[in-house]
């Protein structure tokens, strides 16, 4: 599953010399959300939807949107990035 938040007032994307200007002004609020906001599609599905259901699915704010990726079916694909996970981690 992938959630993309929308614009979310946060320092991401600090080091852009636009973002930086547009976020230092009163557009900030016009044109972004509070990290609270973001955080929501995010919280709801995971608390809401069985990972079988939401498996790679791409939401857009609280809406699903898009194509499921063709590898989240292949079994080889999905143990090697968990097993790869854990290892970039450091519980493997």
């Given at each position: 599953m992938a959630v993309?938040?929308?614009?979310?007032?946060?320092?991401?994307?600090n080091a852009n010399v636009l973002?930086?200007?547009?976020y230092r002004t009163p557009l900030k609020y016009v044109a972004s959300i509070s990290a609270e906001s973001g955080a929501e599609p995010l919280v709801s599905v995971a608390v809401?939807?069985?990972?079988?259901?939401?498996?790679?699915i791409y939401y857009s704010r609280h809406k699903a949107r898009g194509r499921t990726n063709g590898q989240v079916d292949d079994p080889a694909v999905v143990d090697?990035?968990?097993r790869e996970s854990e290892k970039l981690v450091g519980l493997a």
């Open positions: 993309h938040p929308g614009a979310v007032r946060s320092n991401f994307g973002f930086r200007v547009i809401d939807k069985p990972d079988a259901e939401v498996a790679g090697g990035l968990w």
